[in-house]
């Protein structure tokens, strides 16, 4: 195959002509006739009659040939000469058969050549349908004639033959045609041939020695009536064998299918409503009342104190982090941005700058959101942690006006989310390795902000959740869980936003690095060390930083609530940007499989086979897209938490050209596929590229690692 292959490639380097191809152990017949072909296909008639003819002529002496070789001794087939004890009747026979059956196979092996897997078709009679066609093309109608009568031998109600038969006939002089008759060396083979096989035959039905003939044209009653009927039989069982597997396999697919269905229908439902572990926490909302799967809504997770204290921290740390509450959002203009992964909270305490107790307070709590999910969702292995961050969300107040856009698009955690095609693609630069989200609210005075459940279109809604201190919204990160935020239009809203990971192999070591500095920092000596340190630190604080601190009960929430931004001059002169991640081992591993999603749309592009739409729906919009779902949003089912519902409805002849064509189509039928050159080049489709700002979908549904970048 792999030498078939460069053959053509050879073939089809600039200079190489096919005559430079000499397989040099070609039978002369062979080589003969595939000039002949190569001459037929190049309209040259006259020389591939002389190539046709000299075939034939070579054909059969190679036929002699073949057919004296098999007159050998008995092949003993393997070791069976040892068991093989046979009288002089049954020896001959045997033997004789043996001899036949070899003959028979020079058909086989005379069709056969080099660099082609398969034996020539029929070829005997497709090698006079080319001789009979190529003679008429030369207007040579006696010779067309014989060819024709010859290549009927074989196959005597051929429709298009007896047609080109017959045209001949008229055009020559129907007497003149009469007296012409097929070739009699093929007479003679034929009728050779025929008998060897009547005694094959004979030699299976009587002694059971098998004969399997090798040539098409073999008429059927050549083969016993009782065998026929028996072949018959044989193939009518085996047809129906083989449409009953198939019944049964379709069967079974649907059976399977069934099953699968039933069993994840029902591992969903009893996936859910495992225990809560704490007695202060209850179920607010299952997936059946947020129209879902893999959902739930819990409250109770934390007090209003701590709520506040991480709300603090969430502040705090921004305030370390770069000097100003909070970089612009990622996801809309209209909002800003700030947030604290664990490790950085409790590397700020560990210095000082926040209170340790506050970084404790959120490990801890996150750990109690993972522990509570895994049992209530009844998973059979650990939850891990995969990404956590603090964040906060706030209302940029003079932006506020003509706002058409969410806080957060829509998207799934570990998909991209493609809503014009109602799919969600897990593949990177997607985290498909998270499995379950979970959203930990730590307040509720701030204006819009609703968390929202939609279908994959991301618009229609299924579910609204009001965020509140101590309310977790639980749920798969795949394809069934897509989810957004509707835009914070005052205010600041603050969340603990947690991924994990039923994979070990992809735990966050962020969180590992985190748990190793706090259970350090818990033994005796290292709280005393701690406190020192964090007192030591505080006179380093701005005045900012330590009302930050120093205020924490004092401060009113409401006041940080929505004024992020109220005293400039006391910010802090602006350190190098600081990230949450300090070196490059704290980024979040998955971060590698990070594509440009140009790239990935082309990906998708390619994949979808939908060039046009994809290429359409990431072109358009860039902006207004998140506006349109912001606007467009449609409540299919109510399911909103909180009291501050707010309802939506729903929106969603023997004339001669026509014995010419005849026997044109007659030839080329046969052999067209044959002549084509073997191969052409593929041609490279060029990718096309996708233009920059084509990528609001792509990249929305992919913003939860977005949030890490500008974190
Ligand atoms: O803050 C929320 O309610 C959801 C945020 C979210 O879906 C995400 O960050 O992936
Ligand atoms: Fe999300």
Redesign the pocket.
């Known amino acids: 195959m792999e030498m078939k292959q460069n053959l053509d490639y050879y073939r089809m380097m600039a200079g190489v002509q096919q005559e430079d191809f000499k397989d040099l152990e070609s039978r002369p017949h062979m080589a003969e006739f595939l000039a002949g072909k190569r001459y037929y296909s190049s309209d040259s008639f006259g020389l591939a009659i002389d190539h046709f003819e000299a075939a034939v002529e070579e054909y059969f002496s190679a036929d002699q040939e073949c057919r004296a070789l098999c007159e050998g001794a008995y092949v003993y087939d393997g070791y069976n000469y040892m068991e093989y004890s046979a009288d002089l009747f049954q020896s001959m026979t045997d033997h004789y058969m043996q001899i036949l059956n070899c003959k028979q196979r020079c058909s086989v092996e005379l069709a056969s050549t080099a660099g082609k897997d398969k034996p020539f078709e029929d070829f005997l009679p497709s090698h006079f349908n080319y001789l009979q066609f190529s003679y008429y093309n030369s207007e040579k109608y006696e010779q067309a004639i014989e060819w024709a009568k010859t290549y009927l031998l074989f196959h005597p109600e051929e429709e298009v033959m007896n047609q080109n038969l017959a045209y001949y006939s008229a055009v020559l002089g129907e007497d003149k045609a009469a007296a012409i008759s097929a070739r009699l060396v093929v007479k003679q083979h034929i009728q050779q041939s025929l008998l060897e096989k009547e005694l094959l035959y004979f030699a299976y039905e009587v002694f059971g020695i098998t004969f399997v003939d090798p040539d098409s044209w073999t008429p059927a009653d050549v083969m016993p009536l009782k065998l026929r009927e028996k072949q018959k039989a044989e193939r009518e069982t085996a047809a129906r064998i083989t449409e009953e597997i198939g019944n049964l396999m379709k069967e079974i697919e649907t059976l399977v299918e069934e099953k699968n269905k039933e069993s994840t229908d029902i591992a969903k439902i009893v996936r859910e409503g495992g225990p809560l572990l704490f007695d202060d926490i209850k179920i607010t909302m299952s997936s059946k009342q947020l129209n879902g799967s893999q959902r739930v809504l819990l409250d109770g997770f934390i007090s209003n104190d701590e709520c506040r204290e991480l709300t603090r921290l969430s502040n705090a740390a921004a305030l370390k982090g770069d000097g100003y509450q909070g970089r612009p959002s990622p996801h809309s203009p209209s909002e800003s941005f700030q947030g604290v992964t664990v490790l950085k909270a409790i590397k700020l305490g560990q210095e000082g700058t926040v209170p340790l107790k506050s970084a404790r307070l959120f490990f801890d709590m996150s750990e109690k959101v993972r522990g509570v999910l895994e049992s209530y969702f009844r998973l059979d292995s650990p939850l891990y942690f995969s990404y956590s961050h603090l964040?906060c969300r706030s209302a940029i107040d003079e932006k506020q006006d003509d706002r058409d856009n969410l806080s957060?698009p829509v998207?799934a955690?570990n998909c991209l989310l493609v809503s014009e095609l109602n799919e969600c693609i897990k593949e990177p630069p997607a985290y498909t390795n998270r499995d379950y989200?979970a959203?930990l609210y730590l307040n509720d005075d701030f204006e819009g902000g609703d968390?929202i459940f939609t279908e994959l279109d991301a618009k229609t809604v299924t579910a609204e959740v009001r965020?509140q201190c101590g309310r977790v919204?639980g749920f798969g990160a795949g394809n069934e869980n897509p989810?957004?935020?509707r835009a914070v239009t005052k205010g600041q809203r603050c969340?603990v936003?947690l991924w994990f990971t039923l994979d070990p192999k992809h735990e966050e070591k962020d969180r590992i690095q985190a748990q190793e500095m706090l259970k350090m920092f818990s033994s005796p000596m290292d709280t005393e060390f701690t406190k020192t340190k964090t007192e030591s630190s505080q006179p380093q604080l701005t005045p900012l930083d330590q009302s930050a601190l120093l205020g924490q009960a004092a401060t009113p929430v409401q006041e940080q609530a929505g004024k992020p931004d109220d005293k400039p001059a006391e910010k802090k002169p602006k350190e190098p940007a600081e990230t949450v991640s300090e070196n490059p081992s704290d980024k979040p591993e998955d971060k590698k499989n990070e594509k440009p999603i140009e790239k990935h749309a082309e990906k998708l592009i390619a994949k979808k086979g939908n060039k046009a739409k994809v290429k359409e729906l990431v072109k358009t919009k860039a902006k207004a897209a998140d506006a349109s779902k912001n606007k467009k949003a449609t409540t299919k089912t109510e399911a909103k938490a909180g009291d501050k519902a707010n309802a939506k409805t729903a929106d969603k002849a023997k004339a001669k050209p026509a014995a010419k064509t005849n026997v044109k189509q007659a030839a080329d039928k046969t052999y067209k596929k044959e002549q084509k050159p073997a191969t052409k080049k593929t041609e490279k489709i060029p990718v096309k590229k996708v233009s920059k700002d084509s990528n609001t979908d792509l990249k929305s549904s992919s913003?939860?690692q977005t949030?890490k970048d500008e974190l």
């Open positions: 964040v957060h998207h955690d989200s959203i968390f965020p919204v989810h957004g935020v969340a936003a913003d939860s949030d």
